[in-house]
């Protein structure tokens, strides 16, 4: 008896060794924590003459780092909705400096859906092929307000899609098509009937695609629509066709657009997102950018350590500037692992008139 007696608590104790690193292993999935670095004077890219706004990052097999942003000419005011084209910079790090290359994909016939504007890109690399998803659209060209405004064409705003163009090489030539990627649901009543916008996607453990969209519906009156919310899609490819998912995500009570600019990865077992708070929904920190989580791509929560950064940056030289905005979240990963978190930024200049500006933070990860 004692000798089975000294088996069973063998056992016991092995198993209990067993199992604590795996509880263990739980609560540092729990802590996963995103922590920004100090940014080099050489990460941040601006232009003289050309207003930019966010980027986007991947690596090609000639060893160079490809950003692809928005850009339109400063001297149209904030005419992002109207005017934008994307852009290629290229770099020897994924911090920079980079050096504009040339325009990846610009205006063509205004006929296209995609004809006048094209906008907040997101690239990737599945397979040997590159693709970069933007938002697109077209209209009557005209730019409401001046410098220092910021007021949107209502024609342009709501004719927005999304969009996919493809390329053997980050350098391409772009494939682009003549028809959306992501159209809006013929439903009125859909939470996507008005407009959808602002693409992010990232590939499953288990095999295909999932697309996060900033989408509006018509329930609220007026030109505008509402409310805004996000969606989610799934495919087989990454240029689909996308089944959607009718339940929105990144919700808070009480607020019609709590949520815009999210990122999505697969990292540890769950999806991430980085996405921009609006007004303090998240946390009590105001507009700033916060984590989600999910175990499938379709139920979210808000991280424990929810907070990713408020509107400041931390340069290298010990300075920390304060700015208007600090959104479009991209982020460039290594081997499944973040990297750089890039940005796009804006600070006031000496007449009150927003001159923006990329940059690329460090990223520290811990879990």
Aim: charged share 25%.
């Amino acid at each position: 008896m004692r000798y089975l007696a000294l088996i069973l608590i063998t056992v016991t104790l092995f198993s209990s060794c067993k199992e604590q690193p795996k509880k263990t292993l739980k609560e540092k999935k729990q802590d996963y924590k995103i922590e920004l670095g100090e940014v080099k004077l050489q990460s941040k890219f601006e232009s003289d003459t050309m207003s930019i706004w966010g980027g986007s990052i991947t690596k090609g097999d000639d060893g160079l780092y490809h950003m692809f942003y928005s850009r339109w000419k400063k001297n149209l005011g904030w005419a992002w909705v109207t005017h934008s084209e994307i852009a290629h910079a290229v770099a020897e790090s994924p911090f920079g400096p980079f050096k504009f290359k040339d325009v990846a994909l610009g205006i063509r016939d205004s006929k296209l859906w995609d004809g006048l504007c094209i906008h907040n890109p997101t690239v990737k690399k599945y397979g040997n092929k590159y693709y970069l998803y933007y938002m697109g659209n077209t209209g009557d060209g005209k730019v409401f307000g001046g410098p220092g405004e910021i007021k949107l064409n209502p024609i342009h705003r709501n004719n927005q899609r999304i969009g996919v163009a493809v390329a053997d090489n980050p350098n391409g030539p772009w494939e682009r098509f003549d028809k959306p990627l992501i159209d809006v649901s013929k439903d009125s009543t859909a939470i996507d009937a008005l407009m959808v916008s602002n693409p992010s996607i990232t590939k499953r453990p288990e095999g295909g695609y999932l697309l996060v969209y900033k989408a509006v519906g018509k329930k609220k009156k007026g030109i505008w629509g509402g409310p805004v919310v996000h969606c989610v899609a799934a495919s087989d490819s990454p240029t689909g066709p996308f089944v959607k998912y009718d339940k929105p995500i990144f919700l808070v009570k009480g607020h019609d657009f709590p949520a815009e600019d999210p990122f999505i990865w697969y990292e540890s077992g769950k999806y991430r997102a980085i996405l921009k708070d609006m007004h303090g929904a998240f946390t009590d920190a105001g507009q700033a950018l916060v984590l989600f989580e999910s175990l499938d791509g379709f139920d979210w929560k808000l991280s424990k350590n929810a907070l990713v950064s408020t509107l400041e940056i931390k340069w290298e030289d010990g300075t920390v500037q304060k700015v208007e905005h600090l959104e479009r979240p991209q982020v460039y990963l290594e081997n499944g692992i973040p990297k750089v978190l890039v940005c796009a930024s804006d600070v006031k200049d000496s007449k009150g008139v927003l001159q923006s500006f990329n940059v690329q933070i460090p990223i520290k990860t811990k879990k």
